[in-house]
Every structure is written in C-alpha cells, then in structure tokens.
C-alpha cells in the first residue's frame, strides 16, 4: 500500500500554499469488498490541499469503480464512481503531527457516496423482461399452441411420423 500518496505535510501549506495532489491507489484501503458492494479497481484522486483558517481543505476529483448486485437479477454490475468536487476537511488544531494522512477521511467519503442500486446492462437486464411478461396480460403472454396462421415457433409443425 502506497501510504505515502495520503500524507499531507502541513508545513508545506504555510503562506497560502497550494499542494497539488495527484495519486492512484490499490481498492484494497477501502476495505469494503462484499457480495453488496465491492471496489476492485484503482482509484485516482486528483485535486489540491490547502489550509484555510484553522482547517485543512482537501479537495479532490475521485474515480473509480463499484461492483454491485443488480437489483432484479443479483449478477453483480461494474459501475462507474466519478465524484466531483469532493471536500474534505480537518480541523489543524486537532493535529498532533504536522503529517496528516487523509486514508480514512477519503475511505469514508468515498463510501458515503456509494452507489445505492444497480442494474445490469445499463438499465436493460434481461430479467427485467421476463418480470413484466409475467405481468402482463394473459391474453398477450406467449403461447405457442401451433394455431394455424400462427408465425411463432412451431417446433411440432413438420414433425411427421
Ligand atoms: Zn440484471
């Protein structure tokens, strides 16, 4: 684990100075890897530190990618995590050293804003089909009773014996 990448070094902020972050970081330190949510690829952070008043600012762009259930069949679903303007902040007094390392400030905002449902193909899954045929009308349902002039499937049609 590159521990180095969440270091802030506070002395560096004196003056107003802005610290570009720029950092990719192995899932695993989220810690969250379950049937319900995992993260199974890298996540990039990139943004800047800067203090403000009596606080630190960390304020990042975040991607990465979710794995999920999906919602109607339960196949896990990749999706996207693209968060934008994400801030995070810590009170400078509360700090003991001049080193802060923001791993578990961005673990818990990242998974704050996990994706809460999923569905697979984009909002097509397969199964999604067979739900709403079972909701249909009977009259409508498939039926492949081989009435004559029927185009569908006919599978007994040229079976001769
Ligand atoms: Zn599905």
């Known amino acids: 684990m590159n521990i180095e990448g969440f270091k802030i070094y506070i002395d ?17 330190f989220l810690e969250q890897d379950t049937e319900d949510l995992a993260y199974r ?29 999906c919602k109607i069949c ?9 968060l934008k303007r994400l801030y995070l902040v810590k009170s400078l007094e509360k700090m003991k050293s001049g080193i802060f390392i923001f791993k578990d400030l961005l673990r818990e905002a990242i998974l704050l804003e996990a ?12 199964e999604r089909k067979t739900v709403s045929e079972f909701l249909a009308d009977p009259s409508q349902a498939k039926n492949n009773d081989g009435e004559p002039g029927d185009e569908g499937y006919q599978p007994f049609a040229n079976l001769e014996l």
Do not use: M, W
């Not at 196949?75 to 996207?80: A, D, E, K, L, M």
């Not at 994706?115 to 397969?126: H, T, V, W």
């Open 41 to 69: 690829k890298d996540v990039t952070i990139a943004g800047e530190t800067y203090t403000a008043e009596s606080e630190l600012i960390i304020h990042l762009n975040v991607q990465t990618e979710a794995i999920l259930p």
């Open 12 to 28: 560096r902020l004196h003056d107003g100075n802005i610290e570009t972050i720029q950092e990719t970081f192995n899932p695993a």
């Open 115 to 126: 994706p809460s449902f999923a569905e697979c193909l984009g909002g097509n899954c397969p």
């Open 74 to 82: 339960n196949q896990p679903v990749n999706v996207p995590v693209d």
